[in-house]
């Protein structure tokens, strides 16, 4: 008697919906509350905290209608089993344009091309009304229409190069393997995760944003003062133009051993009234260097991957 896989991942999916929307209520009862918790009165303003209230709240109803959605489209591909009869379209496809279908990894690049212009178009409408309408109706939206599609054409484009050596790779793992397949697996996603990690913010990143190092001044030498104090290995310090595309603001390191750099939003620097305010905001992710959360969080990952 075969066992009813597909019912039990269905099940699974649609009870853990079930929870997690359960959480979301009880969270958005909780942004519904009037008045500032105890603890911050007298630390945000009023006007503030009624701008934060509204903006998680927008949020939070847009997520109401996201998820279910999601779930139904997820739900309803695993069903009427969309993904085998898909398979085979692919391959079918692959045929007519004179490539090997039997090749499984032009078979398998096919289908998942399929599943990226699938995936595109489904969530290009939640996209654009979460930054268009939602981002936007709060002050925060900074994107045109037109640099909101040149980053989905480079993210398109990234996909289609990056993808196809990985995919290729994990293909031959597969075949040779053997009863060692999840070893290797795990040491090329590991190996991956750390180039991935390297080239992302110094080749991928800058095909997005302008960065451009922090000029001498006081923020400069507060944040050196900052680093030394805690013996970051600080080498270099890049403003980034976040401001082209939101208001919101960040700070953010990266870089390994010793060769770290730390990035400042122009969005933070504008909206901070004096350095110490800046200072404050990178101390805070120094403080996650300094407790090594990063590398907990790195670790943990590859424990429950492998």
Known sequence: MALPYLEAVLCFMILMYIFETYLDIRQHRALKLPTLPKPLVGVISDEKFKRSRDYSLDK??????????????????????????????SGELVTKVGLNAENETIHTLAFLAGAMVWSQITDLPFSLYSTFVIEARHGFNKQTIWLFIRDMVKGI??????????VAAIIYIVQIG???????????????????????????????????????????????????????????????DGST???????????????????????LIQQCSNEDEIVSVIAHELGHWKLNHTVYSFIAVQVFSH
Request: net charge positive; aromatic share 18%.
């Open 60 to 89: 939070s109803y847009f997520h109401f209608v996201h998820e279910p959605v999601t779930i139904l489209m997820d739900t309803t591909i695993l069903y009427y089993k969309v993904l085998p009869w898909f398979w085979k379209r």
């Open 157 to 166: 484009l990234l996909s289609m190069i990056l993808g196809p050596p990985i």
């Open 178 to 240: 053997g009863p060692y397949l999840a070893i290797y697996l795990w040491g090329f996603m590991f190996v991956l995760a750390l180039l991935m990690m390297t080239i992302y913010p110094i080749v991928i990143a800058p095909l997005f944003n302008k960065f451009t190092p922090l000029p001498e001044g006081v923020l400069r030498e507060k944040i050196e003062k900052l680093a030394a104090s805690l013996k970051f290995p600080l080498k270099k310090l890049f403003v980034v």
């Open 245 to 267: 595309r939101s208001s919101h603001s960040n700070a953010y390191m990266y870089g390994f051993f010793k060769n770290k750099r730390i990035v400042l939003y122009d969005t």
